[in-house]
């Protein structure tokens, strides 16, 4: 019986990454060791594999590429309202009306006090 299909089965061409060449797989995966404080926890487990979001990473070119900053901060606020990273990665995904029109935090990288104040207040809420 084949797995159900899920979100990787329909893709846009626009969100996929076509550069997987060695140089930019070992560059990512410097960047994602050398962050104190384990950014690199925000991770999916999908179909058996570890994937790792598209927007953690920030790069100048391939030999600069580093985890931003703004993770770490996310990282230290999910730990303190006991969020589950993944958790963290599906908010930083979703629409949320702390953004005109709905945007997702994601779609607001370049304000990562935006995204921090709108993110404390998600994780701070209690439902």
Known sequence: ????????????????????????????????????????????????QTLYPAFEPSSDGVRSMRVRPLMQDLKKIADEYGWDTQDAVFWMTSPTTWFAAGDRPVDHLDEPARVIAAFKNGAGTQW
């Open 1 to 48: 019986m084949a797995p159900p299909p899920g979100p990787s089965d329909e893709t846009d061409d626009r969100q996929l990454v076509p550069d997987y060449s060695p140089e930019t797989v070992a560059a990512l995966f410097r960047a994602l060791e050398s962050v104190e404080g384990h950014a690199h926890d925000f991770t999916m487990r999908y179909r058996g």
